[in-house]
C-alpha cells in the first residue's frame, strides 16, 4: 500500500465535477492521483517538489491513488468511506468543499446545513454522516491539539455568513463557491463583507 509520495509535480488537470487529477514524478515513474479542488487550487506550479499523503483505493480490475495535503485529511477521507453510502466521489467533495477544521466543527456540532452544501449531499445523508462521524471521531486524534477549538469557531462564523447571504437572496451554489475561496475570518462581519464584496460583480 503506498503512503506517502514526493516527487516533481508534472502536470495537473481540474474536471468539472470538482475533482482533479495530477501526475508526480518519483525517480521516473509517474503516479496519477486524484484529488479534492480545494488542494488543486492549493497546489505548487509544475515542477515544483511536492508530497502528499495518499489513500490506496482497489476496486476489482482497478487501483486509484488519492493524494491529500495532510495526514488529517487523509484520515477523514479514511473515516467517510466508512461511513454507509459514503464512496470515494462522495468522500472527495466533502472534503473538497469545507476544510478538515470545518469538518470536524459541523460533525461535533450537528450543522447539517453546512454539510448539505457539498455537492450530492441532502439533509438525510448529512444527518447520517453526523450521526455516524460523531462516534468513529472519539478516536481521532488531529496533528494539532487546538485543532477542534479553532475549527468550531471557524464553523459558527461560516454558518452565520451563510445563513445572511440566503436571507439577501444568494442561492447555495453561490454562497458555497465564495466560501470555499475566501480565508478564514474570526469576525461574522469581516466574512460577509468579503463575501459580498466577491459576489457583487456577479450580480
Do not use: W
Request: proline letters at 3%; hydrophobic letters at 45%.
Amino acid at each position: 500500500m503506498i503512503g506517502l509520495i514526493e516527487g516533481n509535480l508534472v502536470d495537473r488537470e481540474l474536471h468539472k465535477d470538482g475533482t482533479a487529477k495530477v501526475l508526480v514524478d518519483v525517480n521516473g515513474v509517474g503516479y496519477e492521483l486524484v484529488i479534492n479542488a480545494r488542494h488543486f487550487q492549493a497546489l505548487a506550479p509544475i515542477g515544483t517538489l511536492v508530497s502528499m499523503r495518499v489513500h490506496t483505493h482497489v476496486r476489482e480490475g482497478s487501483i486509484t491513488l488519492y493524494g491529500f495535503e495532510s495526514r488529517d485529511e487523509r484520515s477523514l477521507f479514511d473515516l467517510l468511506l466508512g461511513a454507509h453510502g459514503v464512496g470515494p466521489s462522495m468522500a472527495l467533495a466533502v472534503l473538497g468543499s469545507m476544510s478538515t477544521s470545518e469538518l470536524l466543527a459541523a460533525i461535533h456540532s450537528g450543522d447539517v446545513k453546512l454539510l448539505t452544501t457539498v455537492p450530492g449531499v441532502g439533509s438525510k445523508t448529512a444527518q447520517r454522516l453526523i450521526l455516524e462521524l460523531a462516534q468513529r471521531l472519539e478516536t481521532f486524534i488531529p496533528e494539532s491539539s487546538d485543532h477542534r477549538e479553532v475549527a468550531l469557531g471557524h464553523s459558527e462564523v461560516r454558518s452565520e455568513v451563510s445563513e445572511a447571504l440566503n436571507a439577501l437572496g444568494y442561492g447555495t451554489l453561490e454562497i458555497r463557491e465564495v466560501l470555499r475561496e475566501l480565508p478564514d475570518m474570526a469576525c461574522v462581519d469581516d466574512l460577509l463583507r468579503a463575501a459580498l464584496f466577491q459576489l457583487a460583480p456577479q450580480r
